[in-house]
């Protein structure tokens, strides 16, 4: 078995795909998390989400756009994280430069009768923000909702204050958050620009195959021959019927165009824990087609 080593390639379209799902996907996604954020935020669900559905969006411009070079998916990912976060803080702070329009422009147009329009939204805000912080605009209202920090509450609770967290641990609370955010969308993205790709046809291989699953007991003996690209007299251990746990199962990716590229093989370990069935990833490569049909 070889590695997959991957060509790195990143066409132009697919950048151009991937920069239109990071501004487009990202303020979205950020619009939402502040706009269903103001009826109730689930701390923790909210940016495993927000950074779930960013990560799909790219992994979307990574298939259409033949990006496979993780790298550059790890950047725009991370890029992405940054967006949808700073979008929701800014949708935020229009939000609070409107409350306050609302609130104090009344008072302010009575009180100073003719000089009601020198007093933009921006300006009311930004008096505020400087009395409060001693910075204006975008960056004074990060220091300000620092400043007032988060409380959180149980869900169904609005009469528990819960914990209240504020400077400075709310810049950790925030770091949390963005990492949650982009830290999903990277694993999503990166596995997306991973998979395999057939250089010679100029795409993607099919998605997963299962070959078929090995008792337990033969598992040594096949991981050894597969690591050896010994498969001679193994292709009778795999059954084509699914066998009760513990057992390992192969799983096989292939170019949808030609048969003369190597087929992509991964090996799962299933394990029983607590009625559930768990995979996980034991080994993974190429083999050629030929030694393939030693398998089937
Ligand atoms: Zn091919």
Same mark, same amino acid.
């Given at each position: ?45 909210f940016?495993?989400? &927000?950074? &779930? ?18 790298y550059?998916?790890?950047?725009? &990912?991370?890029?992405?994280g ?8 800014y949708? +935020? ?15 302010? !147009?009575?009180?100073?009768?003719? !000089? ?9 805000? =930004? ?12 960056? @004074? ?20 204050? @819960?914990?209240?967290i ?8 925030? %770091? ?8 999903? $969308?990277?694993?999503?993205? $990166? ?7 057939c250089?010679?046809? =100029? ?16 598992? =040594?003996?096949?991981?050894? $021959? %597969? ?5 001679? =007299? ?5 059954? +084509?019927?699914?066998?009760? $746990?513990? *057992? ?9 165009? *030609? !048969? ?12 029983? +824990? ?18 393939? !049909?030693?398998?089937?």
């Amino acid at each position: 078995m070889k590695n997959y080593l991957p060509s790195n390639h990143v066409p132009v379209l697919g950048i151009l795909f991937m920069l239109l799902v990071l501004v487009i996907g990202g303020i979205t996604i950020g619009f939402l998390m502040h706009f269903i954020g103001k009826l109730i935020y689930l701390i923790l669900f909210f940016p495993l989400g &927000a950074g &779930a559905i960013g990560g799909f969006a790219l992994a979307q411009a990574i298939k259409s756009g033949k990006v496979r070079n993780k790298y550059m998916a790890i950047i725009f &990912a991370s890029l992405m994280g940054l967006i949808i976060y700073s979008s929701y803080f800014y949708f +935020k702070y229009e939000n609070f430069k409107n409350g306050v329009y609302e609130t104090f422009s009344l008072q302010l !147009q009575n009180s100073e009768n003719n !000089q009601q329009t020198a007093f933009s939204k921006d300006k009311l805000s =930004d008096l505020i923000l400087v009395n409060e912080t001693g910075m204006k605009g975008f960056l @004074g209202f990060i220091k300000y909702s620092a400043k007032i920090g988060v409380s959180i509450s149980k869900v169904g609770r609005s009469s528990d204050r @819960g914990i209240a967290i504020k400077e400075p641990w709310i810049w950790g609370y925030y %770091l949390v958050e963005l990492s949650l955010i982009a830290g999903l $969308a990277i694993i999503i993205a $990166a596995d997306s620009a991973s998979q395999p790709f057939c250089e010679r046809c =100029d795409s993607w291989y099919s998605d997963d195959l299962i070959v078929g699953y090995i008792p337990e007991t033969e598992a =040594d003996k096949i991981i050894y $021959a %597969l690591k050896n690209n010994n498969l001679h =007299d193994v292709g009778s251990l795999i059954s +084509k019927f699914k066998l009760t $746990a513990p *057992c390992l199962k192969i799983v096989q990716q292939h170019c949808l165009n *030609c !048969q003369s590229e190597d087929i992509y093989l991964k090996v799962f370990k299933i394990e029983e +824990k607590n009625g559930q069935e768990n995979e996980s990833k034991v080994l993974s490569g190429m083999i050629t087609p030929e030694e393939y !049909q030693k398998l089937i």
